[in-house]
T-cell receptor, first 117, second 113 residues
Framework: AQKVTQAQTEISVVEKEDVTLDCVYE???????LFWYKQPPSGELVFLIR??????QNEISGRYSWNFQKSTSSFNFTITASQVVDSAVYFC??????????????FGKGITLSVRP | DTAVSQTPKYLVTQMGNDKSIKCEQN?????MYWYKQDSKKFLKIMFS???????INETVPNRFSPKSPDKAHLNLHINSLELGDSAVYFC????????????FGPGTRLTVL
């Protein structure tokens, strides 16, 4: 069974600090996909990134970067020079490819990030 | 143009009532989903439909009945509402299977009094 653990529940930083959000996953599949979503205070869910299990290259998008390590089953998310607008709940999610049409997203419990000015 | 839309955005109702939430996507996706987000922000899938066919039903009480009149629409009807049904319900869609990126609607906040 697939499982996602986000051990951090709440993180508070001061603007311009770097912050890393941890995500650990469990799956028996060799082919799977990992995601990060952002939920700002307005409530919508915003897709940030999708990674497949065969691509362990780190990804950087502006101030955001992701570190995927299969050896530790982790897919961590770092925000560099955080800003107040980064305040949100961040969800890591996993989907297994073997289930085909039954494939579904399993979410972690989310990490509430507060960035103080 | 909104990719995935839901109506209504807020729904306040009494216990025992029946209510519906509508969802439409204009992305041309084949698969649509309903998720429930509880008061602790935990997101859990309820249903998925692929081309109007029910694919996933995650042990949701049968008071919840999804209906997909066509692949662009997935509505959620809830009978005999209970206090524990209070939550935010999100509709989502994706191309083909669930391991593709899912686009979420804005959510419907349901409050049962």
């Amino acid at each position: 069974a697939q499982k996602v653990t986000q051990a951090q529940t709440e993180i508070s930083v001061v603007e311009k600090e770097d912050v890393t959000l941890d995500c650990v996953y469990e799956t028996r599949d060799t082919t799977y996909y990992l995601f990060w979503y952002k939920q700002p205070p307005s409530g919508e869910l915003v897709f940030l990134i999708r990674r497949n299990s065969f691509d362990e290259q780190n990804e950087i998008s502006g101030r955001y970067s992701w570190n995927f390590q299969k050896s530790t089953s982790s897919f961590n998310f770092t925000i560099t020079a955080s800003q107040v607008v980064d305040s949100a709940v961040y969800f890591c999610a996993l989907s297994e490819a073997s289930t085909g049409a039954n494939s579904k997203l399993t979410f972690g419990k989310g990490i509430t990030l507060s960035v103080r000015p | 143009d909104t990719a995935v839309s839901q109506t209504p955005k807020y729904l306040v109702t009494q216990m025992g009532n029946d209510k519906s939430i509508k969802c439409e996507q204009n992305l041309g996706h084949d698969t649509m989903y309903w998720y429930k987000q509880d008061s602790k922000k935990f997101l859990k899938i309820m249903f998925s439909y692929n081309n109007k066919e029910l694919i996933i039903n995650e042990t949701v009480p049968n008071r919840f009945s999804p209906k997909s009149p066509d692949k662009a629409h997935l509505n959620l009807h809830i009978n005999s509402l209970e206090l524990g049904d209070s939550a935010v319900y999100f509709c989502a869609s994706s191309q083909v299977q669930g391991y593709n990126e899912q686009f979420f609607g804005p959510g419907t906040r349901l409050t049962v009094l």
